[in-house]
C-alpha cells in the first residue's frame, strides 16, 4: 500500500520557538494532504487541507497564521507551528489520499510535539 | 462540532466474546471509513463503505453502512486480544473540498 512518513517522529521545543513538521508521500503523487490534531485519548480533529501549489484550506478556529501550512511539491507538505506554547503540545498527524483517490486515506505516523 | 458519534466510548471483554461499535450521525455522507489506532501511531484504514446498506468483511470483522449512509457499525467476532485499540470511523462530505471528518473513538480492550 501508499506509503506516508512524518518528520519528526518527536519533538520538544521552547515556549516562544517555531517548529516544522514534514509530511511526505514515498511512492505516490499527492496533490491535497490534510493535517490532524489528536489530543491525549481522543479521536482526531481536522485541522486544514493541504492543497499543493495554493493556499491551504483551513478549519473553523484553527488561526492560519498560528499554524502554517505549505505544499510545496507533490510528495511534500510541511505544517510549521509558529511561535508556540504549552497548549500547542499535541500529536499531529498528517494524511494523504492514496492512488485510487480519495476512498483511501493513508496516514503517516505521527508527531508528538512537546512545548516546555 | 462533532458531526460523528461513536458508542461505546469504551469497551473493555474477554477475548472470544463479539461486539459491536456503532458511528452515527444526523448527516448524509458520500463515504465512511473504518480504522484502527495503536498508541503513538497514525489511524490504519480497515474498510472504506460507499453504497447504502453496503456489508464488508475483513477476516472477524464485518462492516456495514446504513441504508441512509448517515451511520455505520463494526461488528467483531471472537475478539482476540490483538483487536485492542482505538477505533475510528471518519465519514466523508463530498461538498466543495473533499474531506474526513472522524468520528469520537471507541477505545476497546481484548482480555487473553
Known amino acids: 500500500g501508499a506509503v506516508v512518513s512524518q518528520h519528526p517522529s518527536r519533538v520538544i521545543c521552547k515556549s516562544g520557538t517555531s517548529v516544522k513538521i514534514e509530511c511526505r508521500s514515498l511512492d505516490f503523487q499527492a496533490t491535497t494532504m490534510f493535517w490532524y490534531r489528536q489530543f491525549p485519548k481522543q479521536s482526531l480533529m481536522l485541522m486544514a487541507t493541504?492543497?499543493?501549489?495554493?493556499?491551504?484550506?483551513?478549519e473553523q478556529g484553527v488561526e492560519k497564521d498560528k499554524f502554517l501550512i505549505n505544499h510545496a511539491s507533490l510528495t511534500l507538505s510541511t505544517l510549521t507551528v509558529t511561535s508556540a506554547h504549552p497548549e500547542d503540545s499535541s500529536f499531529y498527524i498528517c494524511?494523504?489520499?492514496?492512488?485510487?483517490?480519495?476512498?483511501?486515506?493513508?496516514f503517516g505516523p505521527g508527531t508528538r510535539l512537546t512545548v516546555t | 462540532t462533532q458531526l460523528l458519534e461513536q458508542s461505546p466510548q469504551f469497551l473493555s471483554i474477554q477475548e472470544g466474546e463479539n461486539l459491536t461499535v456503532y458511528c452515527n450521525s444526523s448527516s448524509v455522507f458520500s463515504s465512511l471509513q473504518w480504522y484502527r489506532q495503536e498508541p503513538g501511531e497514525g489511524p490504519v484504514l480497515l474498510v472504506t463503505v460507499v453504497t447504502g446498506g453496503e456489508v464488508k468483511k475483513l477476516k472477524r470483522l464485518t462492516f456495514q453502512f446504513g441504508d441512509a449512509r448517515k451511520d455505520s457499525s463494526l461488528h467483531i467476532t471472537a475478539a482476540q486480544p490483538g483487536d485492542t485499540g482505538l477505533y475510528l470511523c471518519a465519514g466523508a462530505r463530498a461538498s466543495g473540498t473533499y474531506k474526513y471528518i472522524f468520528g469520537t473513538g471507541t477505545r476497546l480492550k481484548v482480555l487473553a
Open positions: 494524511s494523504a489520499p492514496g492512488p485510487a483517490g480519495f476512498y483511501e486515506q493513508y
Open positions: 493541504s492543497n499543493e501549489g495554493s493556499k491551504a484550506t483551513y
